[in-house]
Structure formats: structure tokens, C-alpha cells
Antibody
């Protein structure tokens, strides 16, 4: 069964760059039906979409984070990665990687999630 | 930007029906997806494209979308349904994915 696995939890200082990697357990990272995304959940429970990437490298980002975010993909390693620079305490959250199913177009659902990794900025 | 509004909490007795609303302007024109998040776990998709159920999700869970409100309905509520539930859409005007604030369902 397909699984997504985020890299280990992070304790960071303000102004540092957050780097997380998500490993996909099978070859579906190159499947044309899926995008691969990052979503974070604040300590208060709010879910916020960060961005997506396609296996070709085409990416899209939340406008509120776009200036600080880069998402990349390495299909040979079955991984996609998140970089978020200039972090502040407001970036403290649980970060999830997820598969976005696009079989019916752009209005897709996140049909599979990783278990999440805690990022603390202090 | 497009805002999805959910009540923060909802309480329901076992065996009764829980209806969780997700309100937004003309939401019926969008595809709505629903996620369940149990304590300490990642979200799980329970309804997609308004009313479709993924395999493994019981038929007690159903979805609808009309006018300005999409609704997740849980029939014959069980203790295991206690969780946070989130709705989500694609905001085509601003090109990003939006989540509702979540509803905490408590089984009395």
C-alpha cells in the first residue's frame, strides 16, 4: 500500500531555512494523475495549503507564502521537498506531505497523507 | 480570497445524525472534499467531489452540496466518529486550495 513519509521533526531558530523531504513508497510519483503537495497545520488546528508539484517539476504555491517557498521533485529518489526560508514563530506547525488526485481536473482532493512532522521555531 | 465557514464544534448522541455544514458563496459551483482527523493522526479523506466515498469509508458518511452550503452527514453516529472534520475546495480565482476551519464532533 502506498505510503508517504516526511523527514524528521525540526527545531529551528528564526530566520533559518526549513527543509523537509517526503518519500513516496512506490513509483506513483511519476503518475500523470497526481500532484504532490505540502500542507501545514497550526497549533490551533487550522490547515493551510503550502504548494504542489508535478513530476515534471511544474509547481504552484499559496500566494501568502509564495515569496518564501520552493518545492522540488526528484523522481529518481521518489522524493519531493519543501524549502521555506526566513522562518518565524508563525511557521511553527505540523507539516504534512500529501498526494493530490487530479483525475477530474484542478479541483482535486488530497487523497493520501503522510503522518506529519513537527516543526518548531523558537 | 475564498473563505469556507464551519462551526467550531458539534455534539451528537450515539445513534443520532450529525450534519456538518461548510458555508461559502455559491459553493455549489465548486467540488467539495471532506477530511476526518482523529486525535494525534493525520487527516483522512472521507468524501470527495461532494458526495463520493473512497473505499473503506462506511456508507453512514455522505455528502451533499447545494447553494451556499456543503454538508457532511454522519448517520447512526458511533463513538469512533469523534474527530475533527474539515472541508476543502479549489479556489480557481486565486489558484489555491482552501480549507475550512474544521468542526470538532463530540459524541455524547
Amino acid at each position: 500500500q502506498l505510503q508517504l513519509q516526511e523527514s524528521d521533526p525540526r527545531l529551528m531558530k528564526p530566520s533559518e531555512t526549513l527543509s523537509l523531504t517526503c518519500t513516496v513508497s512506490d513509483d506513483s510519483i511519476s503518475d500523470i494523475s497526481y500532484y504532490w503537495g505540502w500542507i501545514r497545520q497550526s497549533p490551533g488546528g487550522d490547515l493551510e495549503w503550502i504548494g504542489n508539484i508535478y513530476y515534471t517539476g511544474s509547481s504552484s504555491y499559496n500566494p501568502s507564502l509564495k515569496s518564501r517557498v520552493t518545492i522540488s521533485v526528484d523522481t529518481s529518489k521518489k522524493q519531493f521537498s519543501l524549502n521555506l526560508n526566513s522562518v518565524t514563530a508563525a511557521d511553527t506547525a505540523v507539516y504534512y506531505c500529501a498526494r493530490l488526485s487530479m483525475v477530474r481536473g484542478m479541483g482535486g482532493a488530497f487523497d493520501l497523507w503522510g503522518q506529519g512532522t513537527v516543526v518548531t521555531v523558537s | 480570497s475564498y473563505v469556507l465557514t464551519q462551526p467550531p464544534s458539534l455534539s451528537v448522541a450515539p445513534g443520532q445524525t450529525a450534519r456538518i455544514p461548510c458555508g461559502a458563496n455559491n459553493i455549489e459551483t465548486k467540488s467539495v472534499h471532506w477530511y476526518r482527523q482523529r486525535p494525534g493522526q493525520a487527516p483522512v479523506m472521507v468524501i470527495y467531489y461532494d458526495s463520493d466515498r473512497p473505499s473503506g469509508i462506511p456508507a453512514r458518511l455522505s455528502g451533499s452540496n447545494s447553494g451556499n452550503t456543503a454538508t457532511l452527514t454522519i448517520s447512526r453516529v458511533e463513538a469512533g466518529d469523534e474527530a475533527d472534520y474539515y472541508c476543502q475546495v479549489w479556489d480557481s480565482s486565486n489558484h489555491h486550495y482552501v480549507f475550512g476551519g474544521g468542526t470538532k464532533v463530540t459524541v455524547l
